[in-house]
């Protein structure tokens, strides 16, 4: 079978042409072209202690062209995660424009071992070539272990921030001019998280500029920031739920002042495959609300929207025990909106592709039946839902995931799965009492591939 087009290889979803990814690093927007590093082994479809940062880029964040290695193992360690940005100003003396990328040295790996350090890469000529940092660590150790930074350009107080995970829920927040020395300013913690923090900033709905400070689980805190001290003003919020999303990290120097994030898809199987593992769909941040009610929201770029074929609409549908909404296409990628009223009915069942999803009214919590499992995130198989009489729905279906968006991305989910014996590939059933369906579109898309 040729490449991209196996049996369970994702056609919406970024996954490498062979072999083990995980998380997403260096995220960077240069010149109409979005890159994507990512966690990779050259030599295995499972993880290994060799990590280098894959490369890929895009015009459009869906179609995806994988490039050479950027980043391998030396003589400090593994290329652990990280980030990149833009040097527009030329604070590295590295040139306007060049490309900066900062990751972790993993030195556990090296021979003989070292600590865990945080280095400095760049690029003149757009990524396609790589030079480490002479001065290489840029950061010492502080805590074995410490690792995934995460830098971006405070323009107020014209520095570099960076923010860095030092051990258990502890994370750290250092500032440089120059992008090359660095000093350590304030510590934080993010209970229930570690590893791969994100620090930027949005505007709520009233205008006001809001830092979010993020870590691997999809949990945030929402604060200020003046270039001195981050001051959180919220307790810990979870923005991204689900077994599968983990080790977001949003794009720097996005144009129109978009915040655009993806995911490891962690925990999927693929078998039999020669890739491993896949990244989620990108998504668009934005703050909901504001002062103390202000919440992220995450949704789908629009970008998606050109991969859209054949549409079905149906403006309203009741189901009912023996009378379910069953879509008529076999198609088994699907853009599937919809808004649920749940009247008296306990559950609405939805059948992806043999797999049972279900929104659980009674418990307000969203489950499905799939098997792949991150992990390290096994107290996310349940999702709690708003108690509300109604509710809106997106699923966004590739070959072996789901990604669910409700009241326009103010909750959302990412399950990994594969696929049981069906009829229809998306059925919507209620057994035990009428449930409304409203303004159900269902869009067949396009693979990403071809």
């Known amino acids: 079978m040729s490449l991209y ?214 949990i945030y805190l929402l604060g200020g920031f003046d270039g001195n001290q981050f001051s959180p003003d919220t307790d810990a919020l979870i923005c991204e739920r689900g077994p599968n999303g983990y080790a977001a990290q949003t794009w720097s120097d996005a144009p129109d002042g978009r915040r655009i994030q993806i995911s490891w898809m962690a925990g999927g199987q693929y078998p039999e495959m020669p890739f491993n593992q896949q990244m989620s ?25 050109t991969l859209r074929q054949r549409t079905i609409r149906i403006e309203r549908e009741t189901i009912t025990t023996g009378r379910p909404l069953a879509v008529d296409t076999n198609a088994k990628l699907l853009d599937v909106s919809f808004t649920v009223s749940k009247h008296e009915a306990c559950a609405l069942y939805v059948m992806v592709r043999g797999q049972t999803m279900v929104f659980d009214w009674s418990a307000n919590e969203l489950r499905f039946s799939h098997s792949g499992t991150h992990k390290v995130m096994p107290d996310r198989q349940q999702v709690p839902l708003p108690d509300e009489a ?8 590739d070959t072996t995931s789901v990604e669910v968006f409700i009241n326009l991305g103010v909750v959302s989910a990412s399950f990994c799965f594969l696929p049981s014996g069906y009829i229809r590939p998306l059925v919507l059933q209620s057994y035990d009492g009428e449930q409304t369906i409203d303004n159900f579109e269902l869009h067949e898309l396009a693979s990403i591939w071809t």
């Open 281 to 305: 769909i990108p998504v668009e941040l934005r703050l909901t609300g504001s002062g103390d009610k202000t919440r992220l929201a995450r949704w789908p770029v629009a970008e998606l929207n």
């Open 5 to 218: 087009s196996e049996l369970h290889r994702p056609q919406l979803h970024f996954s490498a042409s062979k072999n083990w990814i995980n998380d997403p690093n260096g995220l960077v927007y240069q010149d109409g072209v979005w890159h994507l590093f990512f966690q990779y082994n050259p030599d295995s479809t499972i993880w290994g202690p060799n990590m280098t940062w894959g490369h890929a880029v895009s015009e459009d964040l869906l179609h995806w062209q994988q490039l050479d290695h950027a980043l391998h193992p030396d003589e400090l360690g593994s290329m652990f995660s990280g980030s990149a940005v833009v040097d527009h100003e030329n604070t590295a003396g590295f040139g306007a424009g060049a490309l900066l990328a900062f990751y972790t040295a993993a030195g556990e790996f090296a021979e003989p071992k070292q600590p865990y350090t945080q280095c400095l890469a760049y690029s003149t000529d757009a990524g396609q070539r790589w030079t480490k940092f002479s001065g290489n660590p840029a950061v010492e150790c502080f805590e074995q272990g410490n690792r995934d930074p995460k830098v971006v350009w405070h323009p107020d107080t014209r520095q570099w921030i960076m923010a860095l995970y030092l051990t258990g829920n502890h994370y750290c927040l250092l500032r440089s001019p120059d992008a090359k020395t660095w000093s350590r300013f304030q510590d934080l913690t993010l209970e229930d998280v570690t590893e791969c923090p994100d620090f930027f900033p949005l505007a709520d709905e009233s205008g006001t500029e809001r830092w979010v400070f993020w870590g691997a689980r999809g």
């Open 390 to 397: 109604s509710l809106t729905v997106r699923l966004l279906i």
